[in-house]
Structures are given as C-alpha cells and as structure tokens.
C-alpha cells in the first residue's frame, strides 16, 4: 500500500463518517488505546459520535482520509474542543499505518491554521508522561511543555506570536 500524506485529503467531520470513525478506532493499537481512548466506547471514541449526535457543539472534527481500493478509510484525525475560548484544548490521533509518515504534523498545521485565523491565542493539549512519540511530536511542531496537569498528564500549550 503507498502511504503518502499527500494524496490524503484533510476535511472537516460530517455525520456521514460515522462508520470511518468506528473502523478508525476498531484498527487502534494498544498503545494508542492507552493514550488516547482508555476505555472502549467511552473516551475520545465517545466524543467523536457524541459529535456526530450533535452532543458537543464546543467541538470541531478535521479528519484526513484515504481513497483506498477499498473505499475510504481514516488515516487520522484532529479536533479541538472549547472551540470559542481564546486557547482552545487540541486532541490527534493517526492510524497505525500511518504513523511515522508525519501526518500528526499536518493535522496539528491544519488546527494551528484555523484557530490563527479566528484570534485564539494557543492551543492547549495533555498527554501521557509515557507517550513519547506524542511529545516529540508537540515540540516539534512548536509547543511547550508547561508542567504536569492535575490529571498526571504532561501540559503542553502552543503560544501565537501577537499581531
């Protein structure tokens, strides 16, 4: 299979994805269900289809999709939740398949690009103190790591330059 970022299409999500959503989380691995949906059916799994349920309006969905043989398929997908507060709170995940290829960086440029556009100040994000590849990741696309949050997750923010 070609896995190059670039035929991937980045869009935001829409109540006909429900099904990509399931398959999506159905693929995740046990270290990425760690990190980022502890509990099946509850979690970041739960968000996305409460989204889907019109249940979080503070919420906005971008996921990139692949056009495969076999119909699409979600290779990842990005979401920020408190969307109107000046540093919205930023969650991301990627396919097993398509991690290592730098698409956390474009789903992260994709959110850094739309929250600059509307005023926010930063992005606020938490991740597990063991999720190295997360962490690497958030520095490397500009964020700080703040401290420790209450939550024993690592408290990192993205801070934008005034205009």
Not at 31 to 43: L, Q, T
Not at 61 to 71: I, K, N, P, R
Not at 112 to 120: A, L, N, P, V, W
Request: aromatic share 12%.
């Amino acid at each position: 299979m070609d896995y190059n970022i670039d035929r991937l299409a980045i869009r935001r999500l829409e109540k006909g994805d429900r099904q990509l959503v399931i398959e999506f989380f159905d693929q995740m691995g046990e270290e990425s269900a760690s990190f980022f949906n502890r509990k099946r059916g509850s979690g970041n799994e739960k968000r996305t289809l409460d989204y889907l349920d019109d249940k979080k309006p503070d919420h906005i969905f971008w996921l990139a999709v692949d056009e495969t043989e076999d119909g699409p398929k979600m290779a990842g997908y990005v979401f920020i939740w408190d969307k109107d507060s000046k540093v919205p709170w930023l969650g991301i995940a990627v396919a097993e398949a398509w991690k290592g290829r730098h698409l956390g960086r474009r789903l992260i440029a994709t959110v850094r690009e739309y929250c600059e556009s509307i005023g926010c100040g930063g992005i606020l994000l938490t991740t597990a103190q063991n999720n190295f590849r997360g962490q690497g990741l958030y520095e490397h696309c500009g964020f700080e790591r703040l401290g420790v949050h209450p939550s024993g997750e690592f408290l990192y923010l993205l801070r934008f330059p005034n205009k």
